[in-house]
Nanobody, 123 residues
Framework: QVQLVESGGGLVQAGGSLRVSCAAS????????MGWFRQAPGKEREFVAA????????YYADSVKGRFTISRDNAKNTVYLQIYSLKPEDTAAYYC????????????????WGQGTQVTVSS
């Protein structure tokens, strides 16, 4: 049974930093690209960042470039999202997902999803 479990969310002041993590089990982690998406209330789920299976290639939404860093540790079956300079508009539930696709921007191309971790940024 595949499980993706996010952690590290919380309440942070604007300008602060946060690292969210996603621990995977039940799959051969190094065979999957990993992505982070977020969804704010009343909005569609949007792509945030993705990393290739090896970790060598990373991809970001324009809205987060320069503030978000995605990384992975295949030995720990974990993917991370480091968030800097948080803004109130970053408030959302953050989800990690696993995919065996090169189309990493589309949520429909992902095979497995976590339950999400809430990030709330106060102004």
């Amino acid at each position: 049974q595949v499980q993706l479990v996010e952690s590290g969310g919380g309440l942070v002041q604007a300008g602060g930093s946060l690292r969210v993590s996603c621990a995977a089990s039940g799959l051969t982690f190094s065979n999957y690209a990993m992505g982070w998406f977020r969804q704010a209330p009343g909005k569609e789920r949007e792509f945030v960042a993705a990393v290739s299976w090896s970790g060598r290639n990373t991809y970001y939404a324009d809205s987060v470039k320069g503030r978000f860093t995605i990384s992975r540790d295949n030995a720990k079956n974990t993917v991370y999202l480091q968030i800097y300079s948080l803004k109130p508009e970053d408030t959302a539930a953050y989800y990690c997902a696993a995919a065996q696709t090169r189309t990493l921007f589309r949520p429909t191309r992902y095979d497995y999803w976590g339950q999400g971790t809430q990030v709330t940024v106060s102004s």
